[in-house]
């Protein structure tokens, strides 16, 4: 029997910890956190499945990992889990005025550029000049249900849940192996010096109205169960989770710009989040000696403005590097 301790509790520590429990049945799972849902990053994200802010990481990584995640949405949605886990498969229109929108390999459904018509009738009612459009079929998944969802699955498949920030990765040297899943903590345990908060805002609003998500660049209406989440910013290097008025209009303005009938549309709240940026998401083992003993530590951090949408594929990857450090042979499908 194996004794894993995984550290961090956000989307990234949960889903990695579920994913070791169901793919090596013999391993006892503890996650270690400071903080639990709603008190966490992963708690503001609008949840869209779609790779943004995610610097240098390798294109093809982040879609291998994204379609990890897509495939695990489809799969639980299909499953009937849809509500329980907040997740919704719905209609997207994603425009630009510069980069390349297309995201390919076939992931989302149906991608395809819009009609030259479309784009000049988008640019013309929205007066911009979209250079790239593309429609397709995707899935959010609404982190304020996704989360409790996978602690009650974590804990059911008899899981524990420390609360307590760890301050080294001694205080864990009793375990076989240990995930680091800390986010933007992750400096304080590793002295990684290529991490920056990138302070994210959004505005959640009633708007049964509206039936898809819009995205254009920075600018986006993305849907989730009972609101619409308008968005967003993007600041590197800032720390300040407090909301500022004047943001919180500007977005409400960019946003009804894009769909004007959100005019009116009922204010709940604004949050502020503060992305994990990395130079490029760390999904690696290190090997350490914690009070003497040689001890691998699978490190998962960094995931930037789509750790929702990388999750999953994270989280297999993190199984396929617990079984390299431990020799774990694969379960016989027999
Ligand atoms: C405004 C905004 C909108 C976003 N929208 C989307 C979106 O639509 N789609 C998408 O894919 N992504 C989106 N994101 C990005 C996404 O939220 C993050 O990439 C993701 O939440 C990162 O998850 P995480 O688990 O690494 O971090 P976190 O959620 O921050 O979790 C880190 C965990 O580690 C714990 N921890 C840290 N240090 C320690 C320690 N020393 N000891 C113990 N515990 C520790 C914390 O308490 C916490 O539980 C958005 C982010 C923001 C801010």
Same mark, same amino acid.
């Given at each position: 029997m194996y004794s894993f301790a995984v550290i961090g509790a956000g989307v990234i520590g949960l889903s990695a910890a579920t994913a070791i429990q169901e793919h090596i049945p013999s391993a006892t799972v503890t996650i270690?956190?400071?903080?639990?849902?709603?008190?966490?990053?992963?708690?503001?994200?609008?949840? !869209?499945?779609?790779?943004?802010?995610? =610097? *240098?990481t390798d294109a093809g990584k982040i879609l291998e990992w994204g379609k990890g995640t897509h495939d695990q949405l489809l799969k639980l949605w299909k499953a009937g889990y849809a509500n329980e886990a907040g997740i919704c498969l719905q209609f997207v229109k994603s425009l630009s005025e510069g980069v390349d929108?297309?995201? %390919?390999?076939?992931?989302?459904?149906?991608?395809?550029? !819009?009609?030259?018509?479309?784009?000049?009738? !988008?640019?013309?009612?929205?007066?911009?000049?979209?250079?790239?459009?593309? /429609?397709?079929?995707?899935?959010?998944?609404?982190?304020?249900? @996704?989360?409790?969802?996978?602690?009650? =699955?974590?804990? $059911? /498949? %008899? %899981? *524990?849940?420390?609360?307590?920030?760890?301050?080294?990765?001694?205080?864990?040297? $009793? @375990?076989?192996?240990?995930?680091?899943?800390?986010?933007l903590g992750a400096p304080l345990l590793t002295g990684d010096t290529k991490m920056t908060p990138i302070r994210g805002t959004v505005s959640r609003v009633v708007a049964p109205w509206q039936f898809h998500s819009v995205m254009e660049d920075d600018i986006y209406i993305i849907l989730n169960m009972e609101n619409a989440v308008l968005g967003t910013t993007s600041q590197f290097g800032d720390y300040d989770t407090t909301v500022r008025e004047v943001e919180t209009k500007n977005i409400n303005h960019y946003c009804q710009n894009l769909v004007p009938s959100l005019e009116n549309a009922e204010l709940i709240k604004t949050n502020v989040g503060l992305r994990p940026g990395r130079v490029e998401v760390r999904l690696e083992t290190e090997i350490r000696s914690l009070k003497g003993k040689q001890t691998a530590i699978v490190h998962n951090y960094g995931h930037g403005g789509c750790g929702v949408t990388l999750s999953y594929g994270c989280a297999l990857n993190v199984v396929q590097l617990v079984r390299a450090a431990l020799n774990i042979p694969q379960q016989s499908k027999l």
């Open positions: 270690y956190s400071e903080k639990l849902s709603p008190e966490i990053t992963s708690n503001v994200a609008a949840g !869209m499945w779609a790779p943004y802010l995610y =610097q *240098r929108v297309y995201i %390919g390999e076939n992931i989302v459904y149906g991608e395809h550029p !819009m009609p030259v018509e479309e784009v000049e009738f !988008m640019s013309k009612l929205f007066n911009k000049k979209f250079k790239t459009a593309v /429609n397709y079929v995707s899935f959010t998944c609404e982190p304020s249900k @996704y989360l409790p969802f996978l602690h009650k =699955q974590f804990v $059911h /498949n %008899g %899981g *524990r849940i420390v609360l307590k920030k760890i301050n080294d990765f001694e205080e864990l040297s $009793h @375990y076989d192996l240990v995930v680091n899943c800390t986010g």
